[in-house]
T-cell receptor
Framework: GEKVEQHESTLSVREGDSAVINCTYT??????FPWYKQEAGKGLHFVID?????DRKQSQRLIVLLDKKAKRFSLHITATQPEDSAIYFC?????????????FGKGAKLTVSP | AQTIHQWPVAEIKAVGSPLSLGCTIK??????LYWYWQATGGTLQQLFY??????VESVVQLNLSASRPKDDQFILSTEKLLLSHSGFYLC????????????FGPGTRLTVL
């Protein structure tokens, strides 16, 4: 099955700097790549996603890049703020029936210091 | 707007005791529903998914079962808890058909002693 590797387990940046979290996946059939944010003790909050028909997507301070040849995707957070501090999970998805199976990375803890 | 509610918020249970966790979706008819398990400090693992009432597919066997008795309700249960069942259980929903986005509930923290 699909295996998603999340390369950074922790990263620390200063407020205003950019943060980059990188993930790789194994199954070429994966076609959807969401990112989720989890604050301590809480559920996952959808952040941004990208589908395999594009290689870049931006939503305000968030940019997702997808390199299908390398089976790699990344989340770029620009102009970071302390409230960006959380654990970020990348995931890859393919269809299963009419549902979808999300395979998650292990999470990267981002700390933004003032 | 759609809302997703999980109950209970937290449970402390003894090994060998039964368990029932619930999830309800409001504001969306015929959603796809999912159960995930997150070990403490770990990643998420999809356990079950359901695309319609009465139909549940198992993704990973963890001595748990799931049922969907109503369109808006998803239940996770077991008759005998193991220590390894401890963790954070998350329910999620997505729109039916080919849509992929999944939206997660607040989760239930389970501690098995």
């Amino acid at each position: 099955g699909e295996k998603v590797e999340q390369h950074e387990s922790t990263l620390s940046v200063r407020e205003g700097d950019s943060a980059v979290i990188n993930c790789t996946y194994t199954d070429t059939a994966s076609s959807y790549f969401p990112w989720y944010k989890q604050e301590a003790g809480k559920g996952l909050h959808f952040v941004i996603d990208i589908r395999s028909n594009v290689d870049r997507k931006q939503s305000q301070r968030l940019i997702v890049l997808l390199d299908k040849k390398a089976k790699r995707f990344s989340l770029h957070i620009t102009a970071t703020q302390p409230e960006d501090s959380a654990i970020y999970f990348c995931a890859a998805s393919m269809q299963q029936g009419t549902g979808s199976k999300l395979s998650f990375g292990k999470g990267a803890k981002l700390t933004v210091s003032p | 707007a759609q809302t997703i509610h999980q109950w209970p918020v937290a449970e402390i249970k003894a090994v060998g005791s039964p368990l029932s966790l619930g999830c309800t979706i409001k504001g969306k008819s015929s959603p796809n529903l999912y159960w995930y398990w997150q070990a403490t400090g770990g990643t998420l693992q999809q356990l079950f998914y359901s695309i319609t009432v009465g139909q549940v597919e198992s993704v990973v066997q963890l001595n748990l079962s799931a049922s969907r008795p109503k369109d808006d309700q998803f239940i996770l249960s077991t008759e005998k808890l193991l220590l390894s069942h401890s963790g954070f259980y998350l329910c999620a929903w997505s729109r039916g058909g080919s849509s992929y986005e999944q939206y997660f509930g607040p989760g239930t923290r389970l501690t098995v002693l």
